[in-house]
């Protein structure tokens, strides 16, 4: 089974001219935008050659193997596609990072001239921060998220000005990001655009997807997911996927470098598992279930929790064991159906990854709860304020002996 690292190798020598810019390529340079070109790649374009060269004299490969994330191997393209007859004249500039905590927003993005007369816009999807991941989740309470808005304005100042066809992609929230940018960006721009491509991103609610800037755009959105996909159905996209095979398990198959390739189009399978369906529906019963007012003080009351444990990243959160219980402990804030719903998936998800067995959570909510520190209640509702006050009524109960 080869995926797009065997794709460089197997067709990096046919250039555009012989086989134009496919949904392979989209995949690359959306993969490609998970390195960090900070101190490297400005706003100025640079030769890929140089970027890569400057990279590995800053970077070496045992150290990004060592790197402990599903898109560690993204700056390995660079040197395969450093050596490709198809990548050879591939220019990347106009880079961009931002990562604000304060206000819940992470952005990162950019442009390529791939060789062939074309322009493409790589968004980066969600990383290791847990700055990245409040964001998605605030996708289902927000019209609008920060990150969103910086998307915005990144492809409108770095495209109005130029006149040649464009595409736009990205990864997971990437996805999100490249579509939203190509539907409420300048419509000159948006004229331009040939392909907007959406990988395994998540969705938009309902207003965005009536709204005439996404009906303008839709007819160009390009959604590919792989067969078990999971981030890819949070809200809605009103546009029919392209479904790949994966060589991964569970939601690992979000890694995008599983996904299969044959020639220069990934492998087509028919239908979803039925655990992809399954999210699907019971996570449009639970945003059907409960409103806006109050997801966004479950979401602030998650990673508060999260924030409590002095995590910063997804890796240090793995390494606490009681990033789980809390977790759990927070879904009791929805509706039973829900609840039973949500655990069924949760199970399989942990039991497709082998990480966990059911019958150690609640072992492990017991362990939590009795060495609790004195202050957290008053922590939580710091981080969650007025709105979270109903949910600190119904958290007491779990710790005894805490006054709030």
């Known amino acids: 089974m080869a995926n797009i ?12 001219a012989y086989d134009p810019f496919n949904e392979v390529d989209s995949l690359v340079l959306s993969e490609l935008i998970y390195t960090d070109f900070d101190g490297i790649v400005g706003d100025e374009y640079r030769p890929l050659p140089e970027v890569c060269a400057e990279y590995f004299r800053l970077h070496t490969e045992e150290e990004i193997l060592g790197r402990d994330t599903f898109f560690m191997r993204a700056p390995l393209l660079l040197r395969k596609l450093e050596h490709s007859v198809r990548y050879k004249n591939c220019l990347i500039g106009h880079y961009e990072n931002e990562i ?9 993005a950019a442009s390529f001239l791939p060789g062939d007369g074309t322009q493409f816009i790589a968004f980066r999807g969600t990383d290791d921060t847990l700055v990245g991941w409040k964001e998605d989740f605030s996708l289902s309470y927000m019209k609008e998220t920060p990150g969103q808005r910086d998307a915005v304005d990144y492809i409108n100042r770095n495209s109005l000005q130029s006149s040649l066809p464009l595409r736009v992609g990205g990864h997971s929230k990437g996805g999100n990001f490249a579509v939203y940018a190509s539907a409420f960006c300048d419509p000159l721009i948006a004229g331009r655009i040939l392909e ?11 207003e965005i997807l009536s709204a005439a800037e996404y009906q303008r ?16 159905m949070l809200l809605g996209n009103a546009v029919q996927p392209l479904i790949t095979d994966s060589s991964g398990s569970g939601i690992m198959q979000h890694d995008a470098l599983t996904w299969q390739v044959r020639r220069n189009r990934f492998v087509r399978v028919r239908t979803r598992t039925g655990m992809s369906l399954y999210f699907e529906k019971a996570i449009r019963e ?4 409960i409103e806006d007012s109050r997801r966004q003080p479950f979401i602030e009351m998650l990673f508060t929790f999260f924030e409590y444990t ?6 240090e959160l793995k390494e606490n064991k009681k990033a789980l219980p809390l977790m759990l402990s927070c879904m009791s804030e929805m ?19 082998g990480e966990i067995a059911l019958d150690e959570i609640s072992e492990r909510i017991r362990t939590m709860i009795e060495t609790t520190p004195a202050d957290f209640l008053d922590r939580l509702k710091e981080g969650i304020g007025n709105a979270g006050d109903e949910l600190l009524e119904h958290l007491t109960p779990l710790l005894p002996g805490k006054d709030n």
């Open 335 to 353: 509706p039973p159906a829900s609840q039973k719903e949500f655990r069924a998936v949760i199970y399989e998800l942990l039991k497709s990854e």
């Open 100 to 108: 604000r905590p304060e206000r819940t927003e992470q952005m990162a």
């Open 286 to 289: 639970w945003l059907k279930s």
């Open 196 to 206: 907007v491509y959406n990988h395994d991103g998540p969705g938009f609610r309902d």
């Open 5 to 16: 690292s065997d794709y460089l190798d197997w067709r990096g020598d046919i250039s555009f």
């Open 217 to 232: 755009i839709r007819p160009k959105i390009i959604s590919i997911v792989p067969q078990n996909s999971i981030i890819g």
């Open 310 to 315: 002095g995590a910063s990243t997804l890796k």
